[in-house]
């Protein structure tokens, strides 16, 4: 037996943010790892490029390698498949680098509210839902909860083991609402609460 979600809020943000900017934004990850890899990688050709330029221009012959990667690229038609496939991982590469740098990342870092002065703060939403169930294990009747919380959407799945549903349901939108108030995101996300009983054994 389960009972309908809750109503989400209807007030989808709490405060202005607390700044002169608003809400804030999202964190922006720093994305060490694709930057790292992407500077090595210019790096590591560049300077093999440079290297067999300056051995040129010093008399020395070309490498060995740039000289025949030249020869195969003047024999290559584009339509054929070394080509093509080369073309294909360079363009997902660089659809991969520039989805990285203009999007912010850090998608389980909830924003708070800023109260004053410029310092942010973010809560984590695997340290929220652990909030928040310990606050629905907490009413009475309620043997057990689980919380995801999202981006935009808290949902919580609780059974209960005594007590009218409906009662049941009322105590955790309450509670709930106070534990998200309390959070101090800067968003508030809406909150569905689902709530069942186990199912009584049958006789043989």
Same mark, same amino acid.
């Given at each position: 037996?389960? =009972?309908?979600?809750?109503?989400?809020?209807? =007030?989808?943000? #709490?405060?202005?943010?607390?700044?002169?900017?608003?809400?804030?934004?999202?964190?922006?990850?720093?994305?060490?790892?694709?930057?790292? %890899?992407?500077?090595?990688?210019?790096?590591?050709? @560049?300077?093999?490029?440079?290297?067999?330029?300056?051995?040129?221009?010093?008399?020395?012959?070309?490498? @060995?390698?740039?000289?025949?990667?030249? $020869?195969?690229?003047?024999?290559?038609?584009?339509?054929?498949?070394?080509?093509? !496939?080369?073309?294909?991982?360079?363009?997902? %590469?660089?659809?991969?680098?520039?989805?990285?740098?203009?999007?912010?990342?850090?998608?389980?870092? %909830?924003?708070?509210?800023?109260?004053?002065?410029?310092?942010?703060?973010?809560?984590?939403?695997?340290?929220?839902?652990? !909030?928040?169930?310990?606050?629905?294990? $907490?009413?009475?009747?309620?043997?057990?909860?689980?919380?995801? !919380?999202?981006?935009?959407?808290?949902?919580?799945?609780?059974?209960?083991?005594?007590? $009218?549903?409906? #009662?049941?349901?009322?105590?955790?939108?309450?509670?709930?609402? @106070?534990?998200?108030? $309390? %959070?101090?995101?800067? !968003?508030?996300?809406?909150?569905?609460?689902?709530?069942?009983?186990?199912?009584?054994?049958?006789?043989?």
């Amino acid at each position: 037996m389960s =009972e309908p979600p809750s109503r989400p809020d209807a =007030e989808a943000t #709490e405060g202005d943010g607390g700044g002169e900017g608003g809400v804030p934004g999202r964190f922006w990850s720093v994305r060490r790892v694709p930057a790292a %890899l992407a500077a090595l990688t210019v790096l590591a050709a @560049a300077g093999l490029l440079l290297y067999d330029v300056a051995a040129v221009r010093a008399g020395r012959p070309g490498m @060995a390698w740039r000289r025949a990667l030249a $020869e195969d690229l003047a024999t290559l038609r584009l339509d054929e498949t070394p080509v093509l !496939v080369g073309a294909g991982i360079a363009a997902a %590469l660089g659809v991969w680098l520039i989805v990285l740098a203009l999007t912010p990342g850090l998608r389980a870092v %909830l924003p708070m509210r800023r109260a004053e002065g410029i310092v942010r703060a973010g809560l984590d939403r695997d340290a929220a839902a652990r !909030v928040l169930r310990d606050r629905a294990t $907490e009413v009475a009747g309620v043997q057990s909860a689980r919380v995801r !919380v999202g981006r935009t959407s808290v949902s919580v799945r609780a059974r209960s083991h005594f007590r $009218e549903l409906d #009662e049941v349901r009322a105590d955790l939108d309450a509670v709930l609402d @106070a534990g998200l108030r $309390e %959070l101090g995101l800067a !968003v508030r996300p809406a909150l569905s609460v689902y709530v069942d009983q186990p199912s009584a054994p049958r006789e043989r």
